[in-house]
């Protein structure tokens, strides 16, 4: 199985610098490890500052 470009894009959070790694996926939500920034929900937030996903920022990839 090869890794794509969107599962080792890492996103920041412009409220408090949460960092989503797709490695790592969300436990707080149940995001599974492995899922991209673009395929979680739109109603995703911020696992730290509740901030709404639209605050995020491509920080690598």
């Known amino acids: 199985m090869s890794v794509t470009d969107d599962e080792t894009v890492r996103?920041?959070?412009g409220v408090c610098w949460h960092v989503y790694d797709p490695?790592?996926?969300?436990?707080?939500?149940?995001?599974?490890?492995?899922t991209p920034f673009?395929?979680?929900p739109e109603d995703w937030r911020c696992p730290t500052c509740d901030g709404p996903k639209h605050k995020y920022m491509?920080?690598?990839g």
């Open 38 to 40: 673009d395929a979680l």
């Open 23 to 34: 490695a790592e996926g969300d436990d707080v939500a149940q995001i599974p490890s492995g």
């Open 58 to 60: 491509r920080i690598s």
């Open 11 to 13: 996103f920041e959070c």
